[in-house]
């Protein structure tokens, strides 16, 4: 169930983030329908990379965390990010991202806030 509610958390943040932040874009919906299970695939796979990929780069970039005072957190937000749009690239379908230093830093910040504040709000969802 806790999966399903970071699914779910991580859907809507990336759909917000592509709401405000003008080169996020979600491709290959026709309808409402399929941009939802879009969003829902993207979210599947922006969670197994933040699961898998998120660790190992954090674990390297140790140092710099800690020369930066942590806002390199933002910077590995925004590579897991960039990973997912890199990933859904390979379909017709997904998350694309037309820059890195703009689109990806600006829509994982976004991401974030998004995530934090409604796994704060929902119960059950931090387990």
Request: aromatic fraction near 14%; charge should be negative; glycine fraction near 8%.
């Amino acid at each position: 169930m806790a999966f399903f509610l970071r699914v779910l958390i991580n859907g809507f943040a990336i759909w917000l983030a592509t709401e405000i932040v003008s080169g996020m874009h979600i491709v290959g919906a026709d309808s409402t329908a399929d941009k939802i299970w879009i969003i829902l695939v993207v979210a599947v796979v922006f969670g197994i990379v933040n699961a898998i990929i998120r660790p190992i780069v954090s674990f390297l970039s140790i140092p710099l965390y800690i020369l930066t005072l942590g806002l390199f957190t933002l910077v590995v937000n925004a590579l897991m990010l960039w990973l997912t749009s890199w990933i859904t690239g390979f379909t017709d379908w997904g998350l694309r991202l037309d820059d890195f230093w703009w689109t990806a830093i600006w829509g994982a910040l976004i991401v974030s806030v998004v995530s934090f504040v409604l796994s704060l709000v929902i119960p059950g969802s931090r387990d």
